[in-house]
């Protein structure tokens, strides 16, 4: 079946360290993946996309790796502040015509100042 | 407006009710996304309309559940005869034209079925 798999556990991390957080699937083959942050009582942002064709996507103090031979993505916040502390899910295309997305779980990441 | 809308921003109602929840997009989007987000889960997709039509209504887990976008903009998501399972937050989003555009998502609606 169909699955895609994130931390279901809480990260917690010091301020100023990397986090790292990971998106793996099974049984899609999509086009691109996005991540999206997510704040209590609001919905999803978006955060960047990357494409199949592409490793590596990099937007200030984040960075987006796409492995499509191990089916995984993994998704770095550098010197992480407490702001940076929300949900991050990821998400897939399904494929298809339309812009469906088919989202992770999500991690829930605490930075601790 | 600035963003997505959506009204109301919370709905308590009763088992066996009908109940509207209504999303005002992004000016201009031509795509419109509802979603569905239980506690602890990512958004589940329910239905996308490319202007005013439903070019994919896959992800409604039933006939209780209809949406509609008659004018091309603002869109209502009914649900008939609601169920307790039927208690999440409601998403819509929108983007430009569909395809790859990136999509904006409102608040949110909080449905609680009593």
């Known amino acids: 079946s169909q699955k895609i798999e994130q931390n279901s556990e809480a990260l917690n991390i010091q301020e100023g360290k990397t986090a790292t957080l990971t998106c793996n699937y099974t049984?899609?083959?999509?086009?691109?993946l996005q991540w999206y942050r997510q704040d209590p009582g609001r919905g999803p942002v978006f955060l960047l996309l990357?494409?199949?064709?592409?490793k590596e996507k990099r937007k200030e103090r984040l960075k987006v790796t796409f492995d499509t031979t191990l089916k995984q993505s993994l998704f770095h916040i550098t010197a992480s502040q407490p702001a940076d502390s929300a949900t991050y899910l990821c998400?897939?295309?399904?494929?298809?015509?339309?812009?469906?997305?088919?989202f992770g779980t999500g991690t829930l990441l605490a930075v601790q100042p | 407006g600035a963003g997505v809308s959506q009204t109301p921003s919370n709905k308590v109602t009763e088992k066996g009710k009908y109940v509207e929840l209504r999303c005002d997009p992004i000016?201009?989007?031509?795509?419109l996304y509802w979603y569905r987000q239980s506690l602890g889960q990512g958004p589940e997709f329910l239905i996308y309309?490319?202007?005013?039509?439903?070019?994919?209504d896959s992800g409604l887990p039933n006939d209780r559940f209809f949406a509609v976008r008659p004018e091309g903009s603002v869109s209502t998501l009914k649900i008939q005869r609601t169920e307790r399972g039927d208690s999440a937050v409601y998403l819509c989003?929108?983007?430009?034209?569909?395809?790859?555009?990136?999509?904006?998502f409102g608040p949110g609606t909080r449905l609680t079925v009593l």
């Open positions: 989003a929108s983007s430009l034209q569909g395809n790859t555009d990136t999509q904006y």
């Open positions: 049984n899609y083959s999509p086009a691109y």
């Open positions: 990357i494409r199949e064709n592409e």
């Open positions: 998400a897939l295309d399904n494929g298809g015509a339309t812009n469906k997305l088919i």
């Open positions: 000016s201009g989007h031509t795509a």
């Open positions: 309309f490319q202007g005013t039509g439903a070019a994919d």
